[in-house]
């Protein structure tokens, strides 16, 4: 058993009442064969038979329209929304206080200096670039243009890395002035957290997105973004010291289950049982109150031990409609097994087009037996059937926006106020959002002005809100048909393996659109579809949630597993098709099979003992 897991005791009544039901953390194994375990704030020693490890597991359930939701919910959610937003302006003015204090630094300040100059001169390229395939209405990449922003990209990464080497160098001399920063901002969040008027499971959560947001940007080098309120969120109980399934069902908690089938108000179909959440909303006078929904509890909660920690409910808009779901976070008891396969497997990700359709995976078992997984045909043709819809909504909304445009001047007086200013500036916009002009085209139902331009806009929301819904609901569903084809791949694959090696790749150089040394990325436009349609990081999600399951390991494996030959170890030089010659000793094979034996040798020291260079980095299948 490791350090820090955690752990119940057998008996909850070991230590005494005052420990009864307290989960312990295992802090180390004792010589003596014991663990000394940290229960509340005490250390004690106890056989490793006395103690039951614990996990985590979420369980989620769908759930129907609230039939009593009201205003006040939605002010909750906006409410945490704005916290969110004020936390992020909080962490931005700390950021730039900090890059300031390090910055202003004698040894500092001129790198910063250089680097600056360097990323406008960057920014003022790109600018007269795109000002130039503005004007040709062709994608010209100027050969000086092109020359020089690689060479201001190494510049420009050099000088980075030496001012934040410096900025490291002198951090220690700023202490007393970075911790008063540090304190700032934590008395900042502080008071941000008081005045936000939210229940506080609700503002708990949304500080923990912020931290947790915080150390990714953090290491990262990026920065914390704005959310933009649009009516989606979520409304979080935490359950203090953990809930049991009968305190949840026939209790007085916060979040209640009502296993009741109760029928749904205004429309037919099967009754239900309710979930209840305590939302806590103040506004005005108000009192808190409980917001229920319609469960669908297509499968109980675990029997057994089982500690009901968080309930989150999520509300999401497709299309024109709301979606809501249910997780229940719950520690049971860890029976994670030990996978009893010695078996292992290599597995090369890609997405590559083949007779087969998008080849997204290949996988080698041994003995030279190898397979792929594919999005097939017809899951390709009906995203592209999608994509279609899309295209045909963007091309109505820019016919009547036209239509509206030539017209304007012959508009009747006495346009309304209610919608005026805002209809006048969608004229004046180049472009629009199908919402934007669809919101004004309901605010002007209660008007009659200007009656025959309503008429044309009133059937081109009608038009466009059919095709809008089928858009979102087809691609939710082909989206949940890609998912389940991975999930079962997955499952598949770790109860057959004790062992499996996937080749790492890091997604987003390719998502990139200009590569670090300055350049277009070269994938054309197609590829760079294929991406999205492959979405490899859900594959991977459900290859280790499978993994976890049935007790199998994953391992990733790095190097320049397509371009070395599998039989001969040597260095190939690839291109875009499938099959390949080696140019050493003539095996013909497929690159992403030669990739997949090589990522299943896991001959690290293959890898390890060339010489790195950038042709060395991660690959993946691309055609």
């Not at 080497?165 to 911790?179: S, Y």
């Not at 979040?255 to 429309?267: E, H």
């Not at 036209?402 to 969608?426: S, T, V, Y």
């Amino acid at each position: 058993m490791k350090p820090a897991t955690k752990v119940r005791l057998r008996d909850p009544l070991m230590f005494g009442p005052e420990f009864a039901d307290k989960l312990a953390t295992v802090q180390e194994l004792r010589p003596s064969g014991k663990f000394r375990i940290k229960l509340v704030n005490e250390l004690r020693d106890v056989d490793p038979d006395d103690i039951i490890p614990v996990t985590t597991i979420a369980y989620q359930y769908g759930l129907m329209d609230p039939p009593d939701w009201d205003q006040d919910c939605h002010e909750q959610l906006f409410l945490m929304n704005r916290f969110w937003n004020t936390l992020v302006e909080i962490e931005h003015e700390h950021r730039a206080s900090y890059r300031k204090l390090l910055g202003d630094a004698a040894e500092v300040a001129p790198l910063e200096a250089r680097a600056n100059a360097l990323a406008t001169e960057q920014a003022d390229l790109r600018a007269e670039r795109k000002q130039l395939r503005q004007a040709t209405r062709s994608k010209v990449n100027p050969p000086e243009i092109t020359e020089r922003l690689r060479a201001i990209s190494a510049e420009l990464q050099h000088a980075r890395q030496a001012a934040k080497h410096m900025r490291a160098t002198v951090k220690d001399t700023f202490g007393p002035q970075i911790k008063a920063l540090d304190n700032a901002r934590f008395e900042a969040a502080k008071k941000a957290r008081k005045e936000s008027k939210l229940y506080w499971a609700n503002y708990n959560a949304v500080m923990q997105s912020y931290e947790a947001a915080r150390s990714r940007v953090m290491k990262e080098g990026t920065e914390l973004k704005f959310h933009r309120f649009d009516g989606q969120g979520r409304f979080v109980v935490q359950m203090m010291n953990g809930s049991t399934v009968e305190g949840l069902t026939g209790g007085t908690r916060p979040a209640r289950l009502d296993m009741n089938l109760q029928p749904i108000p205004g429309r037919g179909g099967k009754a239900r049982p309710r979930l209840a959440m305590k939302i806590y909303t103040h506004i005005g006078d108000q009192q808190p109150r409980m917001l229920t929904w319609p469960i669908i509890y297509n499968r109980p909660l675990p029997e057994g031990y089982c500690r009901i920690q968080n309930v989150v409910v999520t509300r999401r808009r497709v299309a024109t409609k709301w979606r809501y779901a249910v997780v229940f976070t719950c520690l049971v008891d860890d029976m994670t097994p030990i996978s009893q396969s010695h078996l292992s497997c290599g597995i090369n990700l890609g997405f590559r087009m083949t007779s087969r359709g998008l080849r997204v995976a290949t996988i080698h078992t041994g003995h030279y037996a190898s397979y792929q997984l594919h999005l097939s045909h017809f899951w390709m043709s009906h995203m592209a059937k999608i994509d279609v819809m899309q295209q045909q909504r963007d091309q109505a909304r820019n016919e009547i926006h036209a239509r509206l445009k030539a017209q304007w001047p012959q508009r009747p007086d006495g346009i309304p106020d209610a919608f005026g200013e805002r209809l006048g500036n969608l004229v004046k916009a180049p472009q629009i959002a199908s919402a934007s002009l669809a919101y004004v085209v309901l605010q002007w139902r209660a008007h009659p002005w200007w009656p025959e331009m309503f008429v044309q806009l009133e059937a081109w929301r009608s038009s466009d809100k059919k095709l809008f819904e089928r858009e979102a609901n087809d691609r939710e569903h082909m989206l949940l048909v890609r998912r389940e084809q991975y999930r079962l791949f997955a499952r598949n694959l770790a109860q057959r393996f004790g062992l499996i090696r996937i080749g790492a790749l890091d997604l987003r150089k390719i998502a990139q659109v200009e590569t670090e040394a300055g350049t277009e990325n070269p994938l054309p436009q197609a590829v760079r579809h294929n991406r999205q349609r492959a979405c490899l990081s859900v594959l991977v999600q459900e290859i280790e949630k499978q993994a976890r399951k049935s007790g199998s390991t994953v391992e990733y494996i790095t190097g320049a597993v397509t371009k070395t030959c599998h039989h001969c170890g040597g260095r190939c030089a690839i291109g875009t098709d499938i099959m390949h010659v080696c140019e050493h000793c003539s095996t013909v094979w497929d690159q992403d099979e030669n990739a997949a034996i090589n990522i299943l040798a896991g001959a690290r020291s293959l890898f390890e003992k060339q010489i790195r260079s950038p042709e060395d980095e991660p690959e993946v299948a691309v055609n």
